[in-house]
């Protein structure tokens, strides 16, 4: 455990725990290290609707193809 860390149980649905075991295999990471990369993505989610960006998937740098946040 890292210095300052502190421990964090929650309760999730199984379908939740499955997929993040899948992940975490595809991965080779712990399931823990799922969940702190999960939050690390709904951070920069959240800055930029602040911030009134766009976020979404893409192939194309210059056209989104889903759009997952938009400024409002």
């Known amino acids: 455990m890292q210095s300052g ?5 929650i309760y999730v649905p199984r379908e939740t725990e499955a997929v993040a075991k899948a992940i975490a295999a595809q991965r ?3 399931v823990n290290a799922v969940f702190r990369l999960a939050l690390g993505v709904l951070k920069v989610h959240e800055e930029a609707r602040a ?4 976020v979404g998937t893409t192939r194309d740098r210059e056209a989104l193809d889903q759009v997952i946040v938009a400024p409002l």
Request: glycine residues 8%.
């Open 51 to 54: 911030a009134g960006q766009y």
């Open 28 to 30: 080779q990471i712990s």
């Open 5 to 9: 860390s502190k421990r964090l149980s």
